[in-house]
């Protein structure tokens, strides 16, 4: 089962932030919180993934609380094209991801 | 430089049928994943191959099999098929020797069992 909760869905406007929270409150102190998303019809993008410091790319940030308990993916300005299905997924792959453990995502409306 | 590449990218078989799907790593990778997603779920890990060999499995039963090739290409067999293997099937590449290396999904074989 997925050690991840996350909301079945949200809507946000385009241009404007769009802030995906995500609870994992069994999180162990080695595992860390990966972010995939899948559009329509493709397979799941890798955007980003942190331990317990913040963190940033050109796709998004990456917000983890102190307690490392939850966490929020943050969309800065979001287009039409970011709609898509976002999966947080927590865990401790060493030298291989192969085993990533999904649950049902967040699917995300980006509206004009 | 080419992606992950699935072919093909839709199948119809019926029940007790066998199926065999194809996988090309990206560039560089060595290791490849393959997972199950029916409608409205999340991927499902099924196996993971490295050198050739079955390195992970998940909780999938013996009709799914796997392999392979020297070039790092591979192959899911699935054998007796049954209406509930209905569902798209993804291969997933990356590179063993990359700590939390980010995995690379290609787009898909959406198989139908009628």
């Known amino acids: 089962d997925a050690k991840t909760t996350q909301p079945p869905s949200m809507d946000c406007a385009e241009g404007r932030a769009a802030n995906l929270p995500c609870n994992h409150s069994t999180i162990s102190g080695n595992e860390y919180v990966y972010w995939y998303r899948q559009i329509h019809s493709q397979g799941p993008q890798y955007i980003i993934h942190g331990l317990k410091n913040n963190e940033t790319n050109e796709m998004a940030s990456l917000i983890i609380t102190e307690d490392r308990k939850s966490s929020t993916l943050i969309l800065p300005h979001a287009t039409l094209r970011d709609t898509a299905v976002y999966y947080c997924i927590v865990g401790n792959y060493g030298g291989s991801q192969g085993n990533l453990i999904f649950g049902k995502g967040t699917k995300l409306s980006v509206k004009p | 430089d080419a992606g992950v590449t699935q072919s093909p990218t839709h199948l119809i078989k019926t029940r007790g049928q066998q199926v065999t799907l194809r996988c090309s790593p990206k560039?560089?990778?060595?290791?490849v994943s393959w997972y199950q997603q029916a409608l409205g779920q999340g991927p499902q890990f099924i196996f993971q191959y490295y050198e050739e060999e079955e390195r992970q499995r998940g909780n999938f039963p013996d009709r799914f099999s796997g392999h392979q090739f020297p070039n790092y290409s591979s192959e899911l067999n699935v054998n007796a098929l049954l209406l509930g293997d209905s569902a798209l099937y993804l291969c997933a590449s990356s590179d063993l020797g990359q700590k939390n290396e980010k995995l690379f999904f290609g787009s898909g074989t959406q198989l139908s069992v009628l």
């Open positions: 560039s560089g990778h060595d290791t």
